[in-house]
Structure formats: C-alpha cells, structure tokens
C-alpha cells in the first residue's frame, strides 16, 4: 500500500500495481495495438499498390508511431488513466498526489514507453519496477505518475456501502448539528472533508474507513462534539458538512432580505446653476413718489464769432524791395 499524499494533506492508502499484473495490462495494450497496425498496414498495402517504395515505407513509419505512441496517449487521456489492458486488470494511472492524469503525463508516458517496452524489449521497464517500491518504470518516473488498483480482494471498489443509521441516533446528531460550533474549524480540514467525499467510491472499503476515521476525529476535536457511537465516520463528515453549508445558505438569504428590505435614498433635485458674479436682484419697495425735477432756464442766443479779415492777393501785397511791376 503507498502512503499518497494530496495537495490538502490527505493520506491517500491506494494499493499500488506490482509487476505481474503491470506486465499482463501491458501485454493485452500491446497485442491490441500491434494487431490494429497489422491490419492497416495490409489494408494500405493492397489499396497503395501502385505507390513507390519510398513512400509507403513514410506511410508505414508514420503508422506505426500513430499506433505505438499516439493511441496510447489518447486512450489513457480520455479515459483518465485506464488503457485496455489496465481496465480488463482493475488499475488506472494516477499522479503521485492521487490526482487523474493530464495530456502531458501521458505523452512522456508515452514517448518513454516506446523505447523502454518496445525498442529496448521490457528490460529498463522490468529492472526499474523491480527495484521501485511502488513498482513504477521509467515512464512513470519522468511523468510523475503511479498506477493503483482500483479493485482489491474482498472488496468491490466501486462504492462504500454505509451501514443503516438508527432514527433516534439521526435526531439527536440534528440536535447535536444546531448547537455545534463550527467556527474554530480551518478551511483547509474543509477542503479536505469534501475532497475525501468526493473520492469515497474511488477507494477501497477499509481505506475510506481509516481515512474518513481520521478526518472525524480532527473535526471533533475541533467543534467540541465527539463521534456519536454506531455512526459510520463518512457520515458523520457529510452531515457536519451539510450542516455548514445550510448556515451558509441561510446567512446570504439574510443578507438579500435585508438588502431588499432597505429603502433606497430619495433623489434630490438638482439646482440650477447661478453665476459666480451675479448679484440677487431684490423686489423694489414701494415708496412716495418723488417730485418732478425743476425745468431748465432758457439758453441765451449765442454771440456771433468776429469775422477774420480778407486775405490780401498776391497783386496787393506789398513789396519788401519797394519794386512795383510794369503796368
């Protein structure tokens, strides 16, 4: 059993593949691949026959790498893990936090099990799992993955089968529920709780057990309220949860209801703007009426201005010389 370790510091006690049955999935994956390239190989031979060698020996090639690598790597991508040989043997490749495996784990998963299985005839593969604990191969250690057993002896594997609970047991665990303090939990043993909820049919009955087991009694120690004797731990962890997730509930509607219960600010209508410089205008105070201004005195005629003399002509000025012009 590997001691798997998810990214919320939860042990995960998979039950890891050995040699033996590795080989076996690896053999049916192999015998199915090399006999659909057989086939289209021959099919492509009767259909090109008129084709140059050079070109169908490309053809050929690029079959071969399509049927060894590319099948491979798109089956255990679709199917999370799980080739033909590995779900004829109940095993599926995971990665190392017990997560599903992604394009890129099994593209080097891949592209090192050609060489390692099939160039190199199983050696590097078989030494490798030989030597791991956890049987890996070279394909496994560069990808960063592991391949577990989903069905275990004495077990379905499938689903975790929870005993009935008694009814009187259910309503004082409500009881319980309603006065429980769930403040001093931290959202990491949250996350974990519905992680393992989660994956709860994924894992072998005793496996969910001990881990479920552990989960409750952090979560007690943490709310104050122990484990109720005759109550399957997994319950215990789906009813505290739930109970969360109601106060949660029920605190937003409180919050909607009071959002929707305050009245919203009356708009206020705007002034109109006033010049800066613009004095008020005040409404003219009714008075007496005051009297009629005096009418002007006469203005006397005006004096007519002294007329200038007569500018003499040029034959009547006299001379400076004493000099008269000839008549």
């Known amino acids: 059993m590997s001691d798997l ?14 040699l033996p049955s590795r080989a076996l999935a690896i053999a049916l994956d192999l015998a199915v691949e090399f006999a659909a390239l057989l ?11 008129g084709l140059d060698g050079a ?13 060894l690598v590319g099948v491979p790597v798109m089956v ?21 936090d017990g997560g599903p495996v992604r394009f890129r784990h099994s593209l080097v998963r891949g592209l090192t099990g050609f060489f390692e299985l099939i160039a190199l005839s199983g050696a590097p593969a078989v030494i490798c799992s030989v030597v791991s604990s956890d049987g890996k191969r070279l394909g496994d250690i560069f990808a960063g993955t592991l391949v ?23 309503q004082a665990m409500g009881r319980e529920l309603v006065a429980m303090d769930l ?10 709780i519905r992680q393992l909820l989660g994956r709860i049919g994924q894992l072998d009955l005793a496996v969910a057990h001990q881990l479920s087991a ?12 122990p484990l109720p004797p005759g109550l399957h731990p997994a319950a215990y962890l789906g009813a505290v949860l739930t109970e969360r997730q109601r106060r949660e ?32 205008q005040q409404a003219p105070v009714p008075g007496p009426i005051p009297p009629a201004p005096a009418a002007p005195p006469p203005l006397a005629a005006p004096t007519p201005a002294p007329a200038a003399p007569p500018t003499p002509s040029a034959d009547q000025q006299p001379s400076g010389m004493g000099f008269a012009p000839p008549s």
Request: proline share 9%.
């Open 5 to 18: 370790v998810t990214g919320e510091a939860v042990v995960l006690g998979l039950r890891t593949a050995k």
């Open 39 to 49: 086939v289209t190989s021959l099919i492509l031979s009767i259909t090109l026959i």
């Open 55 to 67: 070109a169908l020996t490309a053809i050929m090639l690029g079959l071969t790498v399509f049927f």
């Open 76 to 96: 255990e991508t679709l199917s999370h893990g799980r080739s033909l040989g590995k779900a004829a043997l109940g095993l599926r490749v995971v990665r190392t």
């Open 148 to 170: 577990v057993r989903e069905r275990t002896p004495g077990g379905s594997g499938t689903a975790v089968a929870l005993p009935p609970v008694h009814p009187q047991l259910l």
């Open 183 to 192: 403040s001093a939990v931290p959202e990491p043993l949250w996350l974990a």
């Open 214 to 225: 552990r989960l409750a009694a952090d979560l007690s120690a943490r709310t104050g309220h």
């Open 249 to 280: 509930w029920t605190r937003a509607q409180g919050y909607q209801q009071m959002s929707a219960a305050q009245p919203m600010p009356a708009a206020q209508p705007m002034a109109a703007p006033q010049h800066p410089t613009a004095a008020p």
